[in-house]
């Protein structure tokens, strides 16, 4: 298992050294194959000299692409093995290192599985008009 962060005891997150400032999501859903896919824009500002990485924190996830919003080469990037608990770390490889209060954009590209949490599938006879789900 990764470190958990030293200031979260929930979370593999660096967000001691890089802090999310927002999120901005574009996703697809699929009802057939009951999955969500698409992409998470992470505005993200360094809090300490020296950034390289960051941590992000995942659950059941196939990440699929991980690049700058600018850019178009793809990063480096690793998803760790997953705890039963917390999930799965992504740790993202900066392409250089961050000063304090610098911005980065990041875009993740990922679908979700079926062993992703917080995701509910209703059968169209759960529904109100039991026709759709």
Not at 41 to 59: C, F, I, M, P, W
Not at 86 to 91: A, K, M, Y
Not at 98 to 105: G, L, P, S, T
Request: hydrophobic share 35%.
């Amino acid at each position: 298992m990764c470190a958990i962060s030293p200031v979260d005891p929930n979370s593999f997150a660096n967000v001691h050294e890089i802090q999310t400032r927002h999120v901005h999501l574009e996703l697809d859903v699929d009802f057939s194959r009951r999955v969500l896919a698409g992409q998470a824009r992470l505005s993200l500002q360094a809090v300490k000299e020296g950034v390289a990485e960051v941590v992000l924190d995942t659950n059941a996830l196939q990440v699929k692409d991980v690049k700058l919003a600018q850019g178009t080469e793809s990063l480096k990037y690793e998803l760790g093995a997953k705890d039963v608990r917390f999930g799965s770390p992504l740790r993202v490889t900066l392409p250089h290192s961050c000063k304090q209060n610098d911005k980065v954009e990041l875009v993740v590209d990922y679908e979700t599985t079926q062993d992703s949490g917080a995701l509910q599938w209703l059968q169209p006879k759960q529904t109100v008009g039991k026709q759709h789900p």
